[in-house]
């Protein structure tokens, strides 16, 4: 086996977009493909020395890493990490990054979006902090895409390379170790949390009528192995609280995004039983996850984060560690969490959608915990979302109050009040038809026009105060990032949000975000709340006129 340098020519479509270079699988597969991505990502200054690959297990994720060990091996990359089996989640990539001292992680996961022969793959590159590139990186990763003529490589794939096995190895200049990424993992999430307590919940103390059965949810992603570890092994829960739990590579056909669309057996399980008091799933690749509690009571993701951030001082280990400092939230995320670092005199950052702008937050220590409304909580222990940090914080805090999740939920509403949240999304849309309905609202938004505008919402009149589409500047590395989603903000505190989504493989997925507040009135049903901003954001779009569509596919 020899390094050899390959001729080829540049794809134009290698632009990462929310969460690195998502697409169908068939794209994935051309000569040259991941060749010419993985050696863009090498090609950037510093070059990397010490990298990890690893990937949510789904179809061609084996394949795809033996394509980028031959380019890394190719470019003299001095060590490579493998993960066993090839199998990866994203926090706990992020969380090797930084134990081992690499400078990076290629990761092969699209997330929440759907796997198989004709589903998504996905390449993303997370840095030396352990957290997603930010956008200084992924667009000279594209500018070396473009340019590209030739890419290192070796000419046979080496055959000794077995993800299988644990151990080591050296191919060419490159030592080789194939690791147990759960071992690690397990043991951050010891560092952090009380097991002694959190083990609690599975004995019938009396406090829960019965014991405190739970269902956990892998969704037939990459959670499945750590969710055993933790729940059966450390916490000696029954072995059937974890379900669909070995990792598939099409998901046993199942859209592995943890919401009340795509987790219906978890949501139908929890309905029907009155004996299960917690259910949470989990998405492919393990940074998301979906809070249930009795009879299928939806925790939504805004409350969730604003809940684990008041209630963070329970968590003793943590706290001593990772002091409590401030909060972040995406923009479309509701402002639940604003409400709680307001009470608690510490400042809460408003960052574009994706895990990467908070990372220099998160480095440069002005916050601790952060989340998004997609299903995302994460802290400072890593700089991904992680949902097994948030379902272990929500089991400190039920283990330590012996309170139910509604209970929970509805004291933090008494408390501040409620935001009530709905996103739309209307997937597979046509994308030229999204493209001209976009500039045509942003250009209305961006021209003042309906400010003044009035609207009846719940009966009462709301006037439309400010409008626009949101942009941000990094508090560190001052970087400005423009059009991140377009906002009407109403007099009473209500506000929607449009955005396109950046992580889909094909045609187009538009998001439309609602949120609007009551201080007393907090038992409301989300959808009839909403109804009337939600009627009017459609009115406001000509989302029919452009795209055909009324109805969302998936409503959260
Ligand atoms: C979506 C979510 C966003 C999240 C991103 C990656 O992006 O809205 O909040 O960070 O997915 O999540 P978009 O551009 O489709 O709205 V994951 O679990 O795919 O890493
Ligand atoms: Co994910």
Same mark, same amino acid.
């Given at each position: 086996m020899t390094i050899i340098t390959k001729q080829t020519s540049p794809f134009n479509d290698q632009k990462p977009g929310t969460s690195g270079l998502r697409k169908k699988v068939p794209v994935f597969q051309q000569d040259n493909y991941v060749e010419n991505f993985t050696q863009a990502i090498l090609q950037? =200054?510093?070059?990397?020395r010490c990298l990890i690959v690893g990937g949510d297990g789904r179809y061609y994720n084996d394949e795809a890493i033996m394509r980028i060990a031959a380019v890394c091996i190719g470019n003299r990359v001095e060590k490579l990490y493998f993960a066993h089996e090839g199998i990866l989640s994203t926090p706990a990539a992020s969380a090797l990054i930084v134990k081992l001292d690499c400078d990076g992680a290629i990761i092969l996961t699209a997330s929440h979006n759907p796997g198989g022969p004709r589903g998504d793959l996905g390449i993303k590159y997370n840095c030396k902090n352990g957290g997603p590139a930010p956008e200084s990186f992924t667009d000279q990763v594209y500018a070396n895409s473009l340019k590209i003529t030739n890419y290192q490589t070796v000419d046979v794939v080496p055959e000794n390379l077995r993800l299988g096995k644990l151990g080591k190895l050296k191919i060419e200049q490159t030592e080789i170790e194939i690791i147990d990424p759960i071992e690690n993992y397990v043991q951050l999430m010891k560092s952090i949390f009380d097991f002694n307590l959190l083990r609690s919940?599975?004995?019938?103390?009396?406090s829960f009528e019965g014991p405190f059965n739970m269902v956990i949810d892998c969704m037939h992603g990459v959670m499945g192995p750590y969710a055993r570890r933790i729940f059966?092994? =450390?916490?000696?829960?029954?072995?059937?609280?974890?379900?669909?739990a070995n990792p598939s590579i099409d998901f046993n056909g199942v859209h592995p995004d943890p919401n009340l669309v795509y987790a219906r057996e978890l949501v139908t399980k929890l309905s029907c039983s009155k004996l299960i008091k917690f259910g949470v799933a989990f998405d492919g690749d393990g940074d998301r996850h979906m809070i249930l509690g009795e009879g299928a009571f939806f925790v939504t993701p805004g409350d969730s984060l604003a809940i684990v951030a008041d209630n963070l001082h329970l968590v003793e280990k943590y706290k001593q560690l990772y002091s409590i400092c401030g909060f972040a939230r995406s923009f479309p995320t509701s402002p639940a969490i604003d409400r709680v670092a307001a009470k608690q005199n510490r400042p809460c950052y408003v960052t574009p959608t994706g895990w990467k702008f908070f990372g220099n937050l998160l480095d440069n220590e002005a916050i601790t915990v952060c989340g998004e409304e997609s299903f995302g909580v994460g802290g400072d222990h890593i700089r991904e979302k992680d949902g097994m940090f948030s379902v272990l914080i929500w089991l400190t805090i039920i283990a330590d109050t012996g309170l139910h999740v509604a209970q929970v939920v509805r004291n933090h509403w008494c408390k501040f009040g409620r935001d009530y949240f709905q996103r739309y999304d209307f997937e597979d849309c046509d994308l030229e038809a999204c493209n001209k309905m976009m500039a045509k609202l942003k250009q209305k938004l961006e021209s003042n026009e309906l400010i003044g505008h009035e609207i009846l919402v719940r009966g009462k009149v709301c006037t439309i105060s400010k409008t626009g589409d949101f942009s941000y500047e990094d508090k560190y590395d001052k970087s400005v990032t423009r059009n991140q989603g377009l906002f009407v903000e109403f007099n009473t505190g209500a506000r929607l949000v449009f955005r396109k989504s950046g992580t889909g493989s094909s045609g187009a997925t538009i998001r439309i975000y609602a949120n609007d507040f009551d201080l007393t009135n907090t038992s409301a049903s989300p959808t009839d709340f909403l109804a009337d901003l939600l009627k009017y954001s459609l009115q406001l779009s000509q989302l029919k006129e452009y795209t055909g569509r009324d109805e969302p596919t998936v409503i959260t």
């Amino acid at each position: 086996m020899t390094i050899i340098t390959k001729q080829t020519s540049p794809f134009n479509d290698q632009k990462p977009g929310t969460s690195g270079l998502r697409k169908k699988v068939p794209v994935f597969q051309q000569d040259n493909y991941v060749e010419n991505f993985t050696q863009a990502i090498l090609q950037v =200054e510093p070059k990397p020395r010490c990298l990890i690959v690893g990937g949510d297990g789904r179809y061609y994720n084996d394949e795809a890493i033996m394509r980028i060990a031959a380019v890394c091996i190719g470019n003299r990359v001095e060590k490579l990490y493998f993960a066993h089996e090839g199998i990866l989640s994203t926090p706990a990539a992020s969380a090797l990054i930084v134990k081992l001292d690499c400078d990076g992680a290629i990761i092969l996961t699209a997330s929440h979006n759907p796997g198989g022969p004709r589903g998504d793959l996905g390449i993303k590159y997370n840095c030396k902090n352990g957290g997603p590139a930010p956008e200084s990186f992924t667009d000279q990763v594209y500018a070396n895409s473009l340019k590209i003529t030739n890419y290192q490589t070796v000419d046979v794939v080496p055959e000794n390379l077995r993800l299988g096995k644990l151990g080591k190895l050296k191919i060419e200049q490159t030592e080789i170790e194939i690791i147990d990424p759960i071992e690690n993992y397990v043991q951050l999430m010891k560092s952090i949390f009380d097991f002694n307590l959190l083990r609690s919940l599975f004995v019938d103390t009396g406090s829960f009528e019965g014991p405190f059965n739970m269902v956990i949810d892998c969704m037939h992603g990459v959670m499945g192995p750590y969710a055993r570890r933790i729940f059966v092994d =450390e916490l000696c829960g029954p072995s059937d609280c974890v379900v669909n739990a070995n990792p598939s590579i099409d998901f046993n056909g199942v859209h592995p995004d943890p919401n009340l669309v795509y987790a219906r057996e978890l949501v139908t399980k929890l309905s029907c039983s009155k004996l299960i008091k917690f259910g949470v799933a989990f998405d492919g690749d393990g940074d998301r996850h979906m809070i249930l509690g009795e009879g299928a009571f939806f925790v939504t993701p805004g409350d969730s984060l604003a809940i684990v951030a008041d209630n963070l001082h329970l968590v003793e280990k943590y706290k001593q560690l990772y002091s409590i400092c401030g909060f972040a939230r995406s923009f479309p995320t509701s402002p639940a969490i604003d409400r709680v670092a307001a009470k608690q005199n510490r400042p809460c950052y408003v960052t574009p959608t994706g895990w990467k702008f908070f990372g220099n937050l998160l480095d440069n220590e002005a916050i601790t915990v952060c989340g998004e409304e997609s299903f995302g909580v994460g802290g400072d222990h890593i700089r991904e979302k992680d949902g097994m940090f948030s379902v272990l914080i929500w089991l400190t805090i039920i283990a330590d109050t012996g309170l139910h999740v509604a209970q929970v939920v509805r004291n933090h509403w008494c408390k501040f009040g409620r935001d009530y949240f709905q996103r739309y999304d209307f997937e597979d849309c046509d994308l030229e038809a999204c493209n001209k309905m976009m500039a045509k609202l942003k250009q209305k938004l961006e021209s003042n026009e309906l400010i003044g505008h009035e609207i009846l919402v719940r009966g009462k009149v709301c006037t439309i105060s400010k409008t626009g589409d949101f942009s941000y500047e990094d508090k560190y590395d001052k970087s400005v990032t423009r059009n991140q989603g377009l906002f009407v903000e109403f007099n009473t505190g209500a506000r929607l949000v449009f955005r396109k989504s950046g992580t889909g493989s094909s045609g187009a997925t538009i998001r439309i975000y609602a949120n609007d507040f009551d201080l007393t009135n907090t038992s409301a049903s989300p959808t009839d709340f909403l109804a009337d901003l939600l009627k009017y954001s459609l009115q406001l779009s000509q989302l029919k006129e452009y795209t055909g569509r009324d109805e969302p596919t998936v409503i959260t």
